[in-house]
C-alpha cells in the first residue's frame, strides 16, 4: 500500500444538513450533493488541500455499500487535525464552528507539548481537533 490518502468520508445522520454545517458554517468548497439519481448514491464532496477530499454520505449508504451493519457511532473512535499557522487561527477556527451549530467539547489552550489546541464536534458527533503546532505548520495556500 501506499502511503496516499485521497478521500476521507464521513457517515451523516442528515446529508443536507451537513452539507449546510461544512459549506455554509466552515466555508468549505463543494459542488453540493450529486448522485440522488441512486438508492445509496447521495453524497457531498469537499475540497481540502493537496487533492484530498472530504466526502459526506449517508450513514446508512455506508452501511449498504459496505456490508456493515448500522451501530451507533462513538466520538472517540478518530479525529480529524485541523493544522492552522497560530493560535489566534485556532480560537478563529474555534468560534466559526461553534457559530456554525458545532459543540466545543474542549476549548482552545496551551498543550503539554508546546502547541495550542481544541477540539469540536460537528452536527454527527465526528470530533476535530484544531491545533497550531510549531513543529508540524500547514503549507501555505497559492
Known amino acids: ?39 445509496y448514491g ?6 481540502l488541500s493537496a487533492g484530498l477530499k472530504l466526502a459526506l454520505w ?7 455499500d459496505s456490508g456493515l451493519q448500522l451501530i451507533s457511532p462513538s466520538a472517540t473512535e478518530f479525529s480529524i ?12 477556527v474555534m468560534e466559526q464552528a461553534e457559530s456554525a451549530g458545532a459543540k466545543i467539547v474542549k476549548p482552545a489552550n496551551d498543550t503539554f507539548w508546546g502547541g495550542y489546541a481544541g477540539y469540536f464536534q460537528d452536527l ?5 481537533e484544531v491545533v497550531w503546532n510549531p513543529q508540524l505548520l500547514p503549507e501555505q495556500d497559492a
Open 1 to 39: 500500500m501506499k502511503p496516499r490518502i485521497s478521500v476521507i468520508t464521513l457517515g451523516v445522520d442528515d446529508l443536507e444538513k451537513a452539507v449546510r454545517f461544512y459549506r455554509d458554517g466552515l466555508g468549505l468548497p463543494t459542488e453540493g450533493i450529486v448522485g440522488k439519481e441512486f438508492e
Open 42 to 47: 447521495a453524497v457531498a464532496f469537499f475540497d
Open 58 to 64: 449517508p450513514r446508512r449508504s455506508l452501511a449498504h
Open 81 to 92: 487535525g485541523h493544522n492552522v499557522m497560530s493560535k489566534s487561527e485556532v480560537d478563529e
Open 124 to 128: 454527527d458527533g465526528h470530533l476535530w
